[in-house]
């Protein structure tokens, strides 16, 4: 079990891609549990990022738009630049898996699908 993209066949489990999403976050200076959705009440409203909206997504179903991945692909490549390619969790290889996966949804106009 498990979350998977339309685009790739790159898998994450639901505790690792949450510890994925834990890491970006502190990447723009924030706390994901401090965030709405998560278990704080900080709004999303208030961050202008462009990783935001793969960070403000539920982690199991559901799109993100070719707009949002023609904004999201290149920050997320950005943030992980400096991650270690091999410290074991493959953050990095998956976070450019997914990038790979947008910029392939958002040069075929369609939704990249979280399932």
């Known amino acids: ?3 998977n993209f339309s685009h790739t066949d790159m898998h ?3 505790s690792c891609f949450h510890e994925f999403r834990r890491k970006l976050a502190a990447e723009i200076g924030i706390d994901l549990d401090d965030m709405d959705g998560f278990e704080g009440t900080l709004s999303w409203d208030d961050l202008k990022d462009d990783i935001v909206p793969l960070l403000d997504h539920s982690d199991c179903e559901g799109v993100l738009t070719p707009e949002e991945c023609r904004r999201v692909a290149p920050r997320l490549r950005q943030l992980v630049s ?11 290889y998956r976070a450019l898996e997914l ?3 947008m910029e392939r949804a958002q040069a075929e106009n369609t939704n990249l699908v979280f399932c």
């Open 1 to 3: 079990m498990g979350l």
């Open 12 to 14: 994450w489990s639901y």
């Open 82 to 92: 400096s991650w270690p390619m091999d410290d074991g969790s493959l953050d990095k």
């Open 99 to 101: 990038a790979t996966a």
